[in-house]
Structure formats: C-alpha cells, structure tokens
C-alpha cells in the first residue's frame, strides 16, 4: 500500500508560481513512477508530468517549459514547480504512485489550483 498526500494549492494570478508537494508513505521501495495530473471542471482527468524511479522524466505538451517535477527520495516527496501560469492550468492537481509488481495505482486526494486575477 502507498498513502498519497499533496499540499501546496490555492488562488495565483495568472503569470504566477506554485510549488505542489506530495508526501508519499507506506511501501515507497516499491514504487516504480510517480507522477502529477489534473483534472479541469467538466474535463478528464489529464497526465501533468512524471518521472520514474530511474529519473525518466515527461511532461504533458501544455506544461513542458513551464512546470518542473522532480522528487527528493529522502523526504519521500514529490514536486511540481509550476511557473507561468495561466487560466487553463485551473484543475484540481493529484499525484500518482504507480507499482508496476502489482499493477497498481495509487493516488491522493488532490490539490486545487485556480489561476484568475
């Protein structure tokens, strides 16, 4: 099992920064990917960004050059530096831990990000 908790949402204008976090707990040394997506009001659900345990790292064509993902495993917490921002990032942000033994994902609860001015 892996507990997904994110932080780090709110109101920014646009042009504006956010740093999302997720602290991930639980059976860590199995996670093989982790990642960030979102969901908009009355849209799918949409990848972000991830990274897997060996640092590959892909972004969604929307974000690349304005969102930066990274994870410290130390503090077993993911990030999502996001830069830039503009209306259509509003979402609400989940984090994704994915166990590829067990082929199962995991995910938190979720962050609201509202990009207005």
């Known amino acids: 099992q892996v507990q997904l908790v994110e932080s780090g949402g709110g109101l920014v204008q646009p042009g504006g920064s956010l740093n999302l976090s997720c602290a991930a707990s639980?059976?860590?040394?199995?996670?093989?990917?982790m990642g960030w997506y979102r969901q908009g009001s009355g849209l799918k659900r949409e990848l972000v960004a991830t990274i897997t345990s060996g640092g590959t790292i892909n972004y969604a064509a929307s974000v690349k050059g304005r969102f930066t993902i990274s994870r410290d495993h130390a503090k077993n917490t993911l990030y999502l530096q996001m830069n830039g921002l503009k209306p259509e990032d509003t979402a609400a942000y989940y984090c994704?831990?994915?166990?590829?033994?067990?082929?199962?994902?995991?995910w938190g609860k979720g962050t609201l990000v509202i990009v207005s001015s």
């Open positions: 994704n831990a994915k166990v590829l033994r067990v082929q199962m994902d995991y």
């Open positions: 639980g059976s860590i040394a199995s996670i093989n990917a």
